[in-house]
C-alpha cells in the first residue's frame, strides 16, 4: 500500500501558550502552547470508518533571548539580568474516524514550565528565582472534514475544522518568589507564560492541505485559536515583580486571554519507501495583538516567530514515529495593545516537538491501486 508522505510537527503548543495560559508550548514569554497541527503524524490520509487513532506528542523549549520588536536586546545578556523561560508540553489524544471524510478528536495537555529572574534586576544582581507551574492545560475537542472524498482523490485533498477549548486548566497558579527589590517573598500568581490554563472558553479553526506530485509531496495548514474573553482575574507579573505603580504599563494589571495562531508550508520526500520520510517547511506561530472576537484590555505580550521546519517521520505496522526541530529565524515581540508599551519577550532559538500515534480498528482501508485520480 502506497502511503501519502507528510512532515509531521506535534508542536499545541503553544504552544506553550505562555502568556495567557493554556497548554504550555513554547515560544518563551509569547503564550503560544500548541502542539498543533497534527497533520503529518501519520502518513495515511485516507483512514478506515471505525478506525481509532491515538497520538501522544511532546514540545520541548527554553528561551533567554529577549527582543523588543526584531531587536535583539544584547545588554539583557551582558548585564546576566535575562529572564530564563523552560517549557515542555506532553499531548494525550484521540481521534475516531465516523466516516472517510468526517472525524472526531480530544486533547488532553500537561504543562511543566518554569520562568526565572535574578533578584534584585538591577545594582547587584542576586541569585536567579524560579517560578514553577505544572498540570493538566485546556483540553480541547474538534470535528474534522476532508473536502473532497479521499478515495476519489488520493493525491490531493483539503480538510477544515471546528472545535471548542475548555479553561480545564489552572490559569491563577501561584508560587513562592520575591519582587525585584528581592523583597516581598510571598505566594503570587506565576508568568502568564507558564499558566497552565488560560481561563477562557476558545473555538478552534483549522484547515489542512496536501497535493502529491511522483515522489515529493506539498502540505499546509493553518490554526487558530480565538478566545473571546477578555481578562481572567489573574495579577500579572507586572504586579508580582512590584511594577504596579509603573505608568508605562497603563493599568495592565489582570492577565488578558488572548488569540493565538500557527501556520505550516512545506514538502517531504520519501527516503525508504512506505517506512521513512524526510521534511522542509516554514512555520509562523505567534499571539496577535488584538483578538479576534472580544475585547483585548489586560496584560499580554503580542508577538511571533518564523522557523525553518526541518523534520522527519518513520511509519512501521500501525506505528507512527516523527521528530521535527523548528529553527528559529525572525523574532517579533509587538507593542501591547492599548498601552502602546513596546516591552520585550524571549523567544527560543529551537523547539523539539516529538510525536507518536497507533491507529487499530475499522473496516479495511481502501489502498491506492483501487484509486481512480
Known sequence: MTKIRFAVVLVLAFAALPLTARTAGAQGCIAIRNNEPLFGAS??????????QVFFNFRDAKSTDHYNG???????????????????????????????????????????????????????LGPRREQNASGIGDVSAQARFWLL?????????????????????????????????????TLKAVDQSIQPGDGGWGVLFETQAYKTLKHMSFYGSGFYLAN???????????VGLGFGANPAFADLLDNSVPDQYLARIGASF???????SVSIGFRIEGVPRYDLVGASHGWRR???????????????????????VPIGLLRNRLPNPYSGNAGDATFPDYVVVAGYSYRFGGAVAPTVSSFKP
Not at 91 to 104: E, I, M
Not at 270 to 276: D, F, N, Q, Y
Open 228 to 238: 473571546p474573553r477578555d481578562t481572567n482575574g489573574t495579577p500579572s507579573i507586572i
Open 70 to 124: 526584531t531587536r535583539f536586546q544584547y545588554q539583557r545578556q551582558s548585564a546576566n539580568n535575562y529572564v530564563s523561560n523552560t517549557q515542555q508540553l506532553y499531548d494525550l489524544g484521540a481521534s475516531y474516524n465516523v466516516t472517510q471524510r468526517f472525524s472526531v478528536s480530544g486533547l488532553i495537555p500537561v504543562v511543566n514550565a518554569t520562568w526565572s529572574l535574578p533578584t534584585p534586576t538591577s545594582g547587584t
Open 270 to 276: 520519501p527516503v525508504i519507501k512506505e517506512t521513512l
Open 302 to 324: 503580542p508577538g511571533y516567530e518564523t522557523y525553518v521546519e526541518p523534520g522527519i517521520v518513520y511509519t512501521h505496522g500501525r506505528s507512527s514515529y516523527s521528530v521535527n
Open 43 to 52: 502518513e495515511r490520509v485516507v483512514f478506515a470508518p471505525g478506525e481509532w
Open 149 to 185: 472524498d479521499p478515495v476519489k482523490h488520493p493525491r490531493g485533498n483539503w480538510s477544515v475544522s471546528l472545535g471548542v477549548k475548555a479553561p480545564t486548566g489552572e490559569h491563577d497558579a501561584k508560587d513562592e518568589y520575591p519582587d525585584i527589590n528581592a523583597t516581598n517573598d
